[in-house]
């Protein structure tokens, strides 16, 4: 069973700052690798979506990162504002449906 | 935004009585989900249609029935609700090819469904 999780559980940073959030998975034969983000009592907006033969997707101030041998996903998300306080959720497609991760809580502060 | 709606947005609901919740598209999409959120579970999957009349289970599809008699409609019903099943449901659709899903998956607003 795919296992997925995500590395800070939450995150508090000072406007301006460049981050790093994480996502890890134990099967690396996915499909592909879906970011997502969730404001509080939302749905889930997506953000980026990695396929399996791409190293990296960018939008706007985001970039993911997959490295599929290694299990492993990155958003970067350059110079953050108050407004990309949210929820980051990481799901990774290993055929029919995502499985998700639980989350990294993103505040940003004026 | 993807054209998905779900109704209700919010239930408040007994013990034992059957709830039924709906997802409706304007996409055409041919695949549809539900999953339900849970603090400190995350986003689990309950059952997915990839076309009219197939439906097929997911991680956690005990409790749980579906149906989607129209392209545009996908239908999840609680036959007798329990509290364990107080949850957000949240409806996703997506396009795909053959049976791998390679496109992104889109959300709809969920429904918050408390069950007493």
């Known amino acids: 069973k795919q296992e997925v999780t995500q590395i800070p559980a939450a995150l508090s940073v000072p406007e301006g700052e460049n981050l790093v959030l994480n996502c890890s998975f134990t099967?690396?034969?996915?499909?592909?690798l879906q970011w997502f983000r969730q404001d509080p009592g939302k749905g889930l907006t997506s953000l980026l979506l990695?396929?399996?033969?791409?190293r990296e997707q960018t939008s706007g101030r985001l970039n993911a990162s997959l490295d599929k041998s290694s299990g492993r996903s990155t958003l970067y998300i350059a110079a953050s504002q108050p407004g990309d306080s949210a929820t980051y959720l990481c799901?990774?497609?290993?055929?029919?449906?995502?499985?998700f991760g639980k989350g990294t809580s993103l505040l940003v502060t004026p | 935004d993807a054209g998905i709606t779900q109704s209700p947005r919010h239930k408040v609901t007994e013990t034992g009585t059957p709830v039924t919740l709906r997802c409706h598209q304007t996409?055409?999409?041919?695949?549809m989900y539900w999953y339900r959120q849970d603090p400190g579970h995350g986003l689990r999957l309950i059952h997915y249609?990839?076309?009219?009349?197939?439906?097929d289970k997911g991680e956690v599809s005990d409790g749980y029935s579906v149906s989607r008699s129209k392209t545009e409609d996908f239908l999840l019903t609680l036959e007798s609700a329990t509290s364990s099943q107080t949850s957000v449901y949240f409806c996703?659709?997506?396009?795909?090819?053959?049976?791998?899903?390679?496109?992104?998956?889109?959300f709809g607003p969920g429904t918050r469904l408390l069950v007493l």
């Open positions: 249609s990839y076309g009219v009349k197939d439906t």
């Open positions: 996703a659709i997506s396009e795909s090819s053959g049976q791998i899903l390679k496109e992104t998956q889109y």
């Open positions: 799901a990774v497609n290993s055929g029919y449906a995502l499985n």
């Open positions: 990695i396929q399996s033969s791409q």
């Open positions: 996409e055409n999409h041919r695949y």
């Open positions: 099967d690396s034969a996915i499909y592909n």
